[in-house]
C-alpha cells in the first residue's frame, strides 16, 4: 500500500506563486512515475503534470505549460508542483498520484495510487 498526502494548497490572488508538496509512505517511492491532477467543481480529473521516477522526464499540460514545473526529491520520498502566475482558472482540488510504472504520462488509468487532494482556490 502507499499513502500519498499532499500539502500546500490555499487561497491566493491571481499572480502569486504557490508550491504543493504530496509526501509518499509505503512501498520504495523511487521507482514509479509521479503526476499531479486537478479537478474544479463540475469538471473532469484532468492532468496537470508528471515526472518519471529518475526525474529525467516531465511532462506537462498545455493549460500550465510555462506557469507549472514539477520535480521530484527521491531522498524525501516528495513530488512538488511549482505553481506561478496563478490564475483564477487554475482553481481546483490538486490531487498527486503514484504511477504503475517509472513513467506515465496523462491518463488517470495509469496511476495506481491516489492522495486525496489540497484545494487550491485562486481570487481574482
Known amino acids: 500500500q502507499v499513502q500519498l498526502e499532499e500539502s500546500g494548497g490555499r487561497l491566493v490572488q491571481a499572480g502569486v506563486s504557490l508550491r504543493l508538496s504530496c509526501a509518499a509512505s509505503g512501498r520504495t517511492f523511487a521507482g514509479y512515475a509521479m503526476a499531479w491532477f486537478r479537478q474544479a467543481p463540475g469538471k473532469e480529473r484532468e492532468f496537470v503534470a508528471s515526472?518519471?521516477?529518475?526525474?529525467?522526464?516531465?511532462s506537462v499540460a498545455d493549460s500550465v505549460k510555462g506557469r507549472f514545473t514539477i520535480s521530484r526529491d527521491n531522498a524525501k520520498n516528495t513530488v512538488y508542483l511549482q505553481m506561478n502566475s496563478l490564475k483564477p482558472e487554475d482553481t481546483a482540488v490538486y490531487y498527486c498520484a503514484q504511477g504503475r510504472s517509472g513513467w506515465e504520462t496523462d491518463a488517470t488509468y495509469n496511476y495506481e495510487y491516489w492522495g486525496q487532494g489540497t484545494q487550491v482556490t485562486v481570487s481574482s
Open positions: 515526472v518519471s521516477w529518475n526525474s529525467r522526464l516531465t
